[in-house]
């Protein structure tokens, strides 16, 4: 079942400038799933900022996970707090059938401690294998996301260092873990990386459409896809730029989002945070 008409109509806009994603060039990936990831790929990691890893999950895996997500956007578990909607849909959310509020669910957080399903999957033991090899440390989790793009509508989410979001200190290795649970490609807002970004430094973020890079700073002439097929992954150094278009297509694409850190890791304030990445008392404008 869809969005009634006019639900879908209030939620359906172009919000971000022509030509700010590209569509011509692809990431290649790794077969093998993660025992395929060889240490040469590790140092491609370091170097690019990125590695796509296909069939890291197996279908079995990805569907409990699907089946955890809609547990928690059901209402199945009271405890449960951390459901963000569209925000053009937030006022009409109410008025909505359960299976249309699904399609209305922007991002889910804070849920590995309430699904065993998607807290055995942050947990797996191969990936925390390649994590290690990736930070070179035990790895840590400190967030975990569901990114949905809803059928027609889901919206951007614009080009932006996650690091920019996160208090801890310039140059830890933060590794983010993309996993896609529906197939993810240019029509449905698959992830958009500029490789090798994250050597380049942070990048002052500003609130226009989210905590992002200014559009203008953006070198979408570098821009490279990475389409996933589901239980692919991509994982991703917390400097590099990435960014997601619109879902203009009839389908979903719903994803995981994790991120770990070195267990060694220290932490800074969110002042000093900003004062890398906010734009307050620099000579800047967006």
Known sequence: MSLTESVMKAAQAIEYPAGLYQFSASSEGIDGGFDGVTDAHVQQFH?????VVRRAFSQEVVQQA??????????????????????????????????????????????????????????????????????????????????CKPPNFGSEKPWHQDCAYFNVPLGTAVVGVWIALDRADAENGCMHIIPG??????????????????????????????????????????????GTPANRSNN???????????????????????????????????
């Open 47 to 51: 170097e690019q900022g990125y590695l």
């Open 66 to 147: 699907l089946d955890g997500l809609l547990y928690l956007m059901d209402g199945n578990c009271q405890e449960f707090r951390g459901i963000q909607f569209e925000p053009k849909l937030v006022k009409a959310k109410d008025e909505l059938t359960v299976v249309e509020r699904r399609d209305a669910v922007r991002k889910l957080f804070n849920f590995v401690a309430y699904d065993p399903r998607l807290k055995a999957l942050a947990e797996d033991s191969a990936l925390i294998g390649v994590l290690s090899r990736l930070v070179n440390d035990a790895p840590l989790l400190f967030q975990d996301m569901a990114l």
């Open 197 to 242: 970004s994250h050597r380049e430094g942070p990048k002052i973020h500003f609130k226009r459409r989210d905590w992002q890079i200014c559009d203008t700073d953006v070198p979408v002439q570098r821009d490279v896809m990475a389409p996933l097929e589901p239980g692919g992954c991509l994982f991703f150094h917390g400097l590099l730029h990435h």
């Open 252 to 286: 979903r694409r719903r994803a995981l989002q994790f991120h770990y850190k070195p267990r060694s890791a220290g932490a800074v304030t969110t002042e000093e945070r900003m004062q890398v990445f906010g734009s307050e008392g620099k000579s800047v404008t967006c």
